[in-house]
């Protein structure tokens, strides 16, 4: 039976296991790191692992919501200040996004090795759609002060949230799209997105306007 530990010591070995979980997350990757890779990192037994996470896939997802809630903060901090409003400042408002993406190693090892069909298939619908609500709710001053400036004003903002990321997604299939060519495509998808939020937009004004 797992030995019981303090509140101090339950937080410790909480972050104990999210830092070694992450270190071999990001080399090894999410198939081949089992729970007794963590436990013996962070000086547990196998079974006290079970006390903080329900899986190694749950401090997987734990480690993944933390590093996109780390690049949100990162992307809405460099453009609170911008009017994200021109075709330019759009391409670079998600150019810097994916590109912040692709930098992370946790998120690139996701990516590469296609784990996040496992998660899909391992993890709780609900404790999935936690992702898609902390993207909206991050995002959603960005989307409201594009659509004050009547940009997509008549859009959901849920369906421009799915657009982006619908867009990171596509890192998922970098091998299916052509590795060569992968950069440049989804530059040229950018800059297609870019300026059809504003053609849209433009052409909704002309169609409300006549």
């Given amino acids: ?39 013996k990192a962070a000086g547990i ?9 329900g899986s190694k896939e749950e401090i997987y997802y734990e480690l993944i919501l933390e590093e996109e809630q ?26 810097f996004s994916l590109r912040m993406m692709d930098e992370s190693p946790l998120l690139r090892q996701m990516m590469d090795r296609g784990e996040m069909e496992l998660l899909f298939r391992k993890l709780p619908k609900a404790l999935l759609e936690r992702n898609f609500t902390e993207d909206q709710d991050a995002l959603l001053p960005v989307i409201t002060a594009w659509q004050q400036a009547g940009i997509l004003p008549g859009t959901a903002p849920e369906s421009i949230v ?31 997105l870019s300026a059809g939020m504003l053609a849209v937009s433009k052409g909704a004004k002309g169609d409300g306007a006549s």
Wanted: aromatic share 10%; charged share 30%.
């Fill in 45 to 53: 037994a196998q079974g006290s692992f079970y006390m903080f996470f």
């Fill in 1 to 39: 039976m797992p030995r019981k530990f303090s509140d101090e010591e339950r937080e410790w070995i909480r972050q104990k296991l999210l830092t070694e979980a992450r270190h071999h997350f990001e080399t090894a990757g999410l198939r081949k790191t089992s729970v007794e890779d963590l436990t």
């Fill in 70 to 95: 780390r690049i949100r903060n990162a992307v809405l901090d460099l453009f609170s200040s911008e009017e994200v409003y021109s075709k330019e400042s759009i391409k670079r408002f998600l150019l």
């Fill in 162 to 192: 799915g657009m982006i990321r619908s867009l990171a997604l596509l890192t998922l299939h970098k091998k299916e799209i052509g590795e060569e060519q992968f950069t440049s495509t989804i530059e040229l998808l950018v800059e297609l």
